[in-house]
């Protein structure tokens, strides 16, 4: 089956640099897409969406951008902070009635002071 | 998300016991996922429901059940609990009735460390 995946597993950076986490995708018929954010020890947290009918949106300090053409999904972080330290995993959903989610495994974003 | 809540948070528990997990939320949501998480791995669907009558299986849901006792409260049972059933497990909520029609954003809880001896 098709399913999300990720480039890095993890990502090093230095605190006020900024980050980029990449996801490709290979369901073409994926119409909308989310980014989560896992501290250690809790749960998945909501950070920013993007359906298919975009290709880029902004929230606080965090961007997403879609492309369709190559299936491809980033998430940018500026000006990365310590408290960005966390796994984050992109999801998508595949379209049809069901809204279920297919998730990534995740890229380790570390963030060095 | 304090809007979804996990309860137990921790749990020790010997093969062959029965376990239950139990989540509520309070986000009116009418949606409702158990995943359980592995390492390597990522999040895995368990079971979901998208309402009180209506129940599905997910990729894994052998050795597990489920039961949504009301459209606030969904809860996971392991049966006969086995060791590889040891794992992070997350409930999850999302919602078809937003003011702005379908959104598929599932709002995840704290999840239950389950350990199976």
């Known amino acids: 089956g098709e399913s999300v995946g990720l480039h890095l597993p993890t990502l090093s950076v230095q605190e006020g640099d900024n980050s980029i986490i990449n996801c490709a995708y290979s369901?073409?018929?994926?119409?909308?897409f989310i980014w989560y954010k896992q501290e250690s020890g809790k749960g998945p947290q909501f950070i920013i969406d993007i359906r298919s009918n975009m290709d880029k949106r902004q929230g606080q300090r965090v961007t997403v951008l879609l492309n369709k053409t190559v299936k491809h999904l980033s998430l940018q972080i500026a000006a990365t902070q310590p408290g960005d330290s966390a796994v984050y995993f992109c999801?998508?959903?595949?379209?049809?009635?069901?809204?279920?989610?297919?998730f990534g495994k995740g890229t380790l974003l570390t963030v060095n002071p | 998300d304090a809007d979804v809540t996990q309860t137990p948070r921790n749990r020790i528990t010997k093969t062959g016991k029965r376990i239950m997990l139990e989540c509520s939320q309070t986000k009116g949501h009418d949606r409702m996922y158990w995943y359980r998480q592995d390492p390597g791995l990522g999040l895995r669907l368990i079971y979901y429901s998208f309402d009180v009558k209506d129940i599905n299986k997910g990729e894994i849901s052998d050795g597990y059940s489920v039961s949504r006792q009301a459209q606030a409260k969904f809860s996971l049972s392991l049966e006969s609990a086995i060791p590889n059933q040891t794992a992070l497990y997350f409930c999850?909520?999302?919602?078809?009735?937003?003011?702005?029609?379908?959104?598929?954003?599932?709002?995840f809880g704290p999840g239950t460390r389950l350990t199976v001896l």
């Open positions: 369901n073409s018929a994926s119409d909308y």
């Open positions: 999801a998508e959903n595949s379209g049809g009635s069901n809204y279920k989610l297919t």
């Open positions: 999850a909520t999302s919602s078809t009735k937003f003011p702005k029609g379908r959104t598929d954003t599932q709002y």
